[in-house]
C-alpha cells in the first residue's frame, strides 16, 4: 500500500520537512493554513547551524542571493554596551523565506493544500485520521500513514494526542517593522533589561524587524501596552541607534516557555508545536529545520513501520536539542537576574572574546 505522509504547518519546520521527505521520494501533503505570504512574530536572525541545514535542502545559493549576512552582535545590558564579531549568520523576512521554502515544497512534488487548517482526529494501528477544512468552510476527512504536526506556537491541530508536559508561560513576544535611524547594516542589536529584551536587526529589503520577549509577571502590566515597552527597553538601552518610527501593525504571542509531549504512535511533532524556550539565542528556526530533517530521515528509516515512529521520535529529539535548550534556558535565567546581567556586562565588554566558545556552540553544523 502506498504510504501518504502528511504534514501540518508551512513554516520553515514543516517545509524543511517536507523538503527532505521529497528528497528520499516519500508522498507528502502539507497543509497550511494562512495564505502566503504572511508576516510572523520572530527576529529573522539564523546562524550557521540554520544554515548548514538550508543548504542540505538546496536553499544555499538562494540565501547566498536573498538574505543579509549579519557580522556583528551589539547587545545592551547592564548599562552597557558589548559588541561580539559573528562568524556566521543571515537575517531575512519570514515572509519571503517562508514563501520561498512553501514554493520548493510545491516544486518538488509534494501536494500543498493552503489556505486549509488540519485537525488530527484520529489515530489507530493502521492511520492517522485527519479533517481537513477549508477556507470557505468545506471538511473532509482523509487517512494518512504519518502524519508531522508543525504548526508553531499555537500548536492548533492535534491539542488533545499530545498533551503538555509543561503548559505555556514565561515571557510573550511581540513585533514589528520600523524604520530605525543610525542601525548599520549587518548587526544584531539586542537591548536586555528587566522588562524584558528587544532584538533589531536591518532585513535584506531594507525594513527594521524590531521582535522582543517581554515579560508577562503582573508587575509589568502597568508599563503599557507591547509597542510602549518595546520602545522604551530601546530607550533605555547604549544601542547605538537614533529614532525609531514603527511602520507596521504590532503582533503578539502566547506565552513562550512550553513542551509537550512530542510524538505518539503514527502522530509527531516538530519545531515550536513540540516546545519552546525563548528566542534570546536566535535558534528557534533552526531548532525546527533541525528537527524536520531528522524526523524525515526517521521517516525514511523506518519503510514504512510507523507503529512506534512517536516513541522513536521522543527519544531522537531529545539528543538532537536537549543541550540546544538547556543552554537556551540557563542564559535566559542568568539574565533576568540584575546582579548577573551586570557581571556578564562588565567581563563581555572587556573580554568580548569569552563568548567565543557559545557563539561556536550555537553555529556548529549539523551532524
Ligand atoms: C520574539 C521572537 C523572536 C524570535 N527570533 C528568532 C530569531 O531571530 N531566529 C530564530 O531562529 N528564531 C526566532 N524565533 C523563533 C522562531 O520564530 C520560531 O521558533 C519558528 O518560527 C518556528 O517555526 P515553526 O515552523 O515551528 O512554526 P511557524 O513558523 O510558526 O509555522 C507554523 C505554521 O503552521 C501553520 N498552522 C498552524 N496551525 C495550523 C493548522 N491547524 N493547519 C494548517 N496549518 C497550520 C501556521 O499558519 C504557520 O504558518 C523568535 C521567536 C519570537 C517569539
Same mark, same amino acid.
Given at each position: $500500500?502506498?504510504?501518504?505522509?502528511?504534514?501540518?504547518?508551512?513554516?520553515?519546520?514543516?517545509?524543511?520537512?517536507?523538503?527532505?521527505? !521529497?528528497?528520499?521520494?516519500?508522498?507528502?501533503?502539507?497543509?497550511?493554513?494562512?495564505?502566503?505570504?504572511?508576516?510572523?512574530?520572530?527576529?529573522?536572525?539564523?546562524?550557521?547551524?540554520?544554515?548548514?541545514?538550508?543548504?542540505?535542502?538546496?536553499?544555499?545559493?538562494? @540565501?547566498?542571493?536573498?538574505?543579509?549576512?549579519?557580522?556583528?552582535?551589539?547587545?545592551?545590558?547592564?548599562?552597557?554596551?558589548?559588541?561580539?564579531?559573528?562568524?556566521?549568520?543571515?537575517?531575512?523576512?519570514?515572509?519571503?523565506?517562508?514563501?520561498?521554502?512553501?514554493?520548493?515544497? !510545491?516544486?518538488?512534488?509534494?501536494?500543498?493544500?493552503?489556505?486549509?487548517?488540519?485537525?488530527?482526529?484520529?489515530?489507530?494501528?493502521?492511520?492517522?485520521?485527519?479533517?481537513? +477544512?477549508?477556507?470557505?468552510?468545506?471538511?473532509?476527512?482523509?487517512?494518512?500513514?504519518?502524519?508531522?504536526?508543525?504548526?508553531?506556537?499555537?500548536?492548533?491541530?492535534?491539542?488533545?494526542?499530545?498533551?503538555?508536559?509543561?503548559?505555556?508561560?514565561?515571557?510573550?513576544?511581540?513585533?514589528?517593522?520600523?524604520?530605525?535611524?543610525?542601525?548599520? *547594516?549587518?548587526? @544584531?542589536?539586542?537591548?536586555?533589561?528587566?522588562?524584558?529584551?528587544?532584538?533589531?536587526?536591518?532585513?535584506?529589503?531594507?525594513?527594521?524587524?524590531?521582535?522582543?520577549?517581554?515579560? %508577562?509577571?503582573?508587575?509589568?502590566?502597568?508599563?503599557?501596552?507591547?509597542?510602549?515597552?518595546?520602545?522604551?527597553?530601546?530607550?533605555?538601552?547604549?544601542?547605538?541607534?537614533? %529614532?525609531?518610527?514603527?511602520?507596521?501593525?504590532?503582533?503578539?504571542?502566547?506565552?513562550?516557555?512550553?513542551?509537550?509531549?512530542?510524538? *505518539?504512535?503514527?502522530?509527531?511533532?516538530?519545531?515550536?508545536?513540540?516546545?519552546?524556550? #525563548?528566542?534570546?539565542?536566535? #535558534?528557534? $528556526? *533552526?531548532?525546527?529545520?533541525?528537527?524536520?530533517?531528522? @524526523?524525515?530521515?526517521?521517516?525514511?528509516?523506518?519503510?514504512?513501520?510507523?507503529?512506534?515512529?512517536?516513541?522513536?521520535?521522543?527519544?531522537?529529539? +531529545?539528543?538532537?536539542?536537549?543541550? !540546544?535548550?538547556? *543552554?537556551?534556558?540557563?542564559?535566559?535565567? @542568568?539574565?533576568?537576574?540584575?546582579?548577573?546581567?551586570?557581571?556578564?556586562?562588565?567581563?563581555?565588554?572587556?573580554?568580548?572574546?569569552?563568548?567565543?566558545?557559545?557563539?561556536?556552540?550555537?553555529?556548529?553544523?549539523?551532524?
Amino acid at each position: $500500500m502506498s504510504q501518504r505522509i502528511l504534514v501540518i504547518g508551512g513554516g520553515v519546520a514543516g517545509s524543511v520537512c517536507a523538503l527532505r521527505l !521529497r528528497q528520499h521520494g516519500l508522498t507528502v501533503h502539507l497543509v497550511e493554513k494562512e495564505s502566503f505570504p504572511r508576516a510572523k512574530v520572530c527576529g529573522c536572525c539564523i546562524g550557521g547551524t540554520g544554515l548548514s541545514v538550508l543548504q542540505r535542502v538546496e536553499m544555499g545559493g538562494w @540565501i547566498a542571493d536573498n538574505a543579509q549576512a549579519t557580522q556583528t552582535w551589539i547587545g545592551s545590558l547592564g548599562g552597557r554596551s558589548v559588541r561580539i564579531p559573528l562568524t556566521t549568520g543571515i537575517a531575512v523576512s519570514r515572509e519571503r523565506l517562508d514563501m520561498e521554502l512553501l514554493v520548493r515544497v !510545491r516544486e518538488s512534488g509534494a501536494v500543498v493544500h493552503s489556505p486549509v487548517s488540519a485537525n488530527v482526529d484520529s489515530i489507530d494501528e493502521n492511520r492517522v485520521g485527519v479533517i481537513l +477544512k477549508g477556507a470557505c468552510g468545506s471538511e473532509e476527512l482523509q487517512d494518512y500513514s504519518a502524519v508531522v504536526l508543525a504548526s508553531g506556537l499555537n500548536a492548533s491541530g492535534s491539542k488533545r494526542l499530545l498533551p503538555w508536559t509543561e503548559l505555556p508561560h514565561g515571557p510573550f513576544g511581540a513585533s514589528f517593522f520600523a524604520k530605525v535611524d543610525g542601525l548599520p *547594516t549587518g548587526v @544584531i542589536g539586542m537591548a536586555c533589561d528587566r522588562d524584558g529584551y528587544v532584538g533589531v536587526v536591518r532585513l535584506e529589503d531594507g525594513r527594521v524587524d524590531v521582535a522582543a520577549a517581554l515579560s %508577562s509577571g503582573a508587575s509589568q502590566r502597568g508599563n503599557g501596552s507591547p509597542k510602549q515597552r518595546i520602545l522604551q527597553i530601546l530607550e533605555r538601552s547604549h544601542l547605538p541607534i537614533g %529614532s525609531v518610527e514603527v511602520t507596521s501593525e504590532v503582533m503578539v504571542t502566547p506565552p513562550l516557555r512550553r513542551s509537550r509531549l512530542s510524538g *505518539t504512535g503514527r502522530l509527531v511533532a516538530i519545531g515550536d508545536a513540540s516546545g519552546y524556550v #525563548e528566542p534570546f539565542t536566535g #535558534e528557534g $528556526m *533552526t531548532w525546527g529545520m533541525m528537527s524536520g530533517y531528522a @524526523i524525515a530521515d526517521l521517516i525514511a528509516d523506518s519503510r514504512g513501520d510507523f507503529h512506534s515512529l512517536g516513541q522513536r521520535w521522543c527519544q531522537r529529539q +531529545k539528543r538532537l536539542l536537549g543541550s !540546544r535548550r538547556r *543552554t537556551c534556558r540557563l542564559l535566559t535565567t @542568568i539574565l533576568q537576574n540584575s546582579v548577573a546581567r551586570f557581571g556578564a556586562a562588565q567581563v563581555l565588554s572587556r573580554f568580548p572574546s569569552f563568548a567565543r566558545p557559545l557563539t561556536a556552540h550555537l553555529s556548529r553544523p549539523v551532524d
